[in-house]
C-alpha cells in the first residue's frame, strides 16, 4: 500500500511537470492579452524535436534547449498571423496549433516508438531516504523542481515586478498602454514567444523524461487541458498549479484502479483524468466576480495602434 501510495504521489509532481511549464507561458500570454489556443501542437513540436535531439546529442540540455526554440518558431508564425497581421486569434491558434503537430509527425517519422534514457534524479542525500516524503519529494529530475519554481517566479513576477505590472497593463488596456508610452505589439510579441518556449518544454518533458519516448499522439490533449486550466484557474498561477497537480494525480489513479483489476471500461478510465479535472476546476471558479476581476479585459481582441 506505502509503494502505491508513494506511486501516486511522486508520479503526480512528473505527471503535471509538463502542464506546469505549458501553463506558465500561457499564463503570461493571456495576461498580455492574446489568446493561444495552438499549445497542444506546440507541445508536440517541442516533444518531437527534444527527443530527436537529445537522442541524436546524448545532451537533454540540448534537448530541452531545441524543443523551446522549435516552438518558439511556432509561436511566432502565431504571433506574425495575430499580431502582425490581425487574424482571428481563435483561428490563427487553430490553424498554428495543427501545423504542430504535423510538424511533430515529420520531425519524429524515424524515431517513432525509440526509447531513451529518462533523466536522472537529483540527488538530494539523506532528504530522499525520509519515509513516504522522499521517495515522492526529493526524487524527481531537476525540471520537476524547476517547474515548481516557475510558479513561484510567475506568479510574482505578474503581481510584483514591473514588467508584471506592463503585461498586465498591455492586457487589460492595449489603448491607455499606448498612451503611456508602452509598446503593445512588443510586448505582446514576446509573451507569444514565451508561451511558446515555455509550451516546447512542457512537451519535451513528455519525451525526455515522463515517458521517455516518442510516439505519435504523445501529448494526448495536454494543450487543450492547459488552456482550461489558465481559464477555470482564473489567470492566478496558484490555481493553475494546483488545476495541473490534480490532473496528475487522476491519470495516475487511472492507471493505478487499471492495476487492481476492476473491470471499468478503458475509454471511461482515458477519459477521467479530463472529465475530473474539468469539473473541480469549473467548481473551484464558480465565483463569477473572481473571474471578471482576474479576466485580461482585452484577451482575444486585436489591436491596431491608429496614431
Known sequence: MLDSLIFVLGGTLAAATPLIYAAMGELVVEKS?????????M??????????????????????????????????????????????????????????????????????????????????GWLSEIPLIGPTLFSQDIMVYAGIFSVILISWMLNRS???????????????????????????????????????????HLTLSYTPLWAEGLVAGRGWIVVALVVFGTWRAPRIAAGAYLFGAVSLIELFVQGLGFE??????????????????????????????????????????TR
Open 264 to 305: 471499468i471500461p478503458s475509454q471511461l478510465l482515458s477519459a477521467a483524468p479530463y472529465i475530473i479535472t474539468i469539473i473541480v476546476l469549473a467548481v473551484i471558479s464558480r465565483n463569477p466576480r473572481v473571474v471578471r476581476l482576474n479576466h485580461p479585459a482585452s484577451l482575444g481582441l486585436p489591436y491596431l495602434r
Open 162 to 204: 514591473k514588467l508584471g505590472r506592463i503585461i498586465r497593463a498591455v492586457g487589460e488596456s492595449p489603448e491607455a498602454a499606448t498612451a503611456i508610452g508602452y509598446p503593445v505589439i512588443l510586448v505582446r510579441g514576446l509573451a507569444v514567444l514565451f508561451g511558446g518556449a515555455m509550451a516546447g518544454i512542457g512537451g519535451a
Open 43 to 124: 507541445m508536440a513540436t517541442g516533444a518531437a524535436t527534444g527527443f530527436v535531439v537529445a537522442t541524436m546529442s546524448g545532451s537533454t540540455v540540448a534537448g530541452f534547449a531545441a524543443a523551446a526554440a522549435a516552438s518558439m518558431l511556432l509561436s511566432f508564425v502565431f504571433a506574425l498571423l495575430a499580431l502582425g497581421f490581425l487574424a482571428n486569434q481563435v483561428a490563427a491558434g487553430l490553424a498554428v496549433g495543427v501545423l504542430g503537430l504535423g510538424v511533430s509527425v515529420m520531425v519524429g517519422k524515424n524515431y517513432e516508438g525509440t526509447t531513451i534514457s529518462p533523466m536522472a534524479d537529483v540527488n538530494l
Open 33 to 41: 492579452g492574446v489568446l493561444n489556443l495552438s499549445i497542444e501542437g
